[in-house]
């Protein structure tokens, strides 16, 4: 199964990249994992609606240039579905098994993402009420994916 992470922003921090990296390699036996970054807009204090929106509509449109009509999308929304890592492996499994040609995971940057987005995903999916700041979601995200995995496989998570 081939799967994508695009993110919006930058893993700057080498904590970051070190933990993305570690899922990558644990992932690297079940899928084959691309990881994209996009850029993200300036998101100034107290930004009105309206330059929010055009900000999310500029992300939107880098994210969309990465998309293919064939993929099953997975956005993280706050207002998403929250599974629990049982739940989450059962969804994996389904939409794995849909014939879609790839999984895309889309992690939004400071503002969200755009409505058009979410609107084309086959699940919104949500870590809770909380907020997390991009790099930890997309941490998550990875992790989340390597564990529904195991899960689905009947194999041990902890090492």
């Not at 992932?27 to 055009?54: H, N, T, Y």
Request: no cysteine; net charge positive.
């Amino acid at each position: 199964m081939q799967v994508v992470l695009i993110a919006v922003g930058r893993l700057k921090e080498r904590h970051w990249r070190d933990a993305q990296a570690e899922y990558a390699k644990r992932l690297s036996g079940a899928v084959q994992l691309e990881i994209r970054e996009v850029d993200d807009e300036p998101a100034p204090d107290g930004a009105g609606e309206a330059i929010r929106m055009a900000a999310l509509d500029r992300e939107a449109a880098r994210i969309e240039r990465l998309l293919r009509e064939r993929d099953g999308v997975i956005v993280l929304d706050i207002r998403g579905r929250m599974l629990s890592s049982e739940d989450w492996s059962r969804e994996y499994t389904r939409l794995a098994s849909e014939g879609f040609g790839r999984l895309v995971f889309v992690i939004g940057g400071s503002y969200g993402l755009h409505p058009r987005l979410a609107d084309r995903a086959q699940l919104r999916w949500s870590f809770g009420p909380a907020t997390f700041p991009h790099q930890l979601a997309r941490i998550m995200t990875l992790e989340q994916i390597y564990r529904g995995i195991r899960i689905a496989q009947g194999a041990p998570y902890h090492k």
